[in-house]
């Protein structure tokens, strides 16, 4: 029990940070960043990927194996199915992350402000539609850690 109670803790811990860093990107960050001209914008966007695109590709994973552990070594019953569901929203996340989101990313790390490509606008558009499922995802997980701790 007490390794389950260090792993929940962790991943309560982990998900609450990580539910609130990407739900502010989306709905209070990018906002403002998409209100700006074009050049500010992209360069905007690069400096946040390149400030989140240090942390995020350690703090995802990490939190997605410690939600595993702790569906393992949760107790069995209501609990357990909670941070199973916690689990498979964490795989769905990072199917969106790495099919979508992740290259999206790569693609406006390479843009000249001065001159960005055609369809820039659409892409990310469409990193934005995902970014919200991805903050929804983060929040069912970190609903889960918290429902656990409080059946637990």
């Not at 982990?14 to 960043?33: C, D, H, K, Y």
């Amino acid at each position: 029990m007490a390794a389950y109670t260090t792993f929940s803790t962790l991943v309560l811990v982990l998900s609450g940070w990580l539910a609130g860093a990407e739900s502010a990107s989306w709905a209070l960050f990018q906002p403002v960043v998409a209100r700006l001209a074009d050049t500010p914008q992209i360069q905007m966007q690069q400096g946040m990927l390149r400030t989140m695109g240090r942390v995020m590709p350690i703090a995802l994973p990490l939190t997605s194996v410690l939600i595993v552990i702790t569906a393992i070594l949760a107790p069995d019953g209501a609990t357990r199915l909670v941070w199973v569901v916690a689990a498979l929203a964490a795989a769905v996340l990072i199917a969106f992350t790495l099919t979508i989101n992740v290259p999206i990313n790569k693609r406006t790390l390479t843009w000249d402000p001065h001159h960005p490509p055609e369809g820039w606008h659409a892409d990310r558009h469409r990193w934005h539609t995902y970014q919200g499922i991805r903050a929804l995802l983060l929040a069912v997980w970190f609903g889960c850690a918290v429902a656990a701790v409080t059946l637990t």
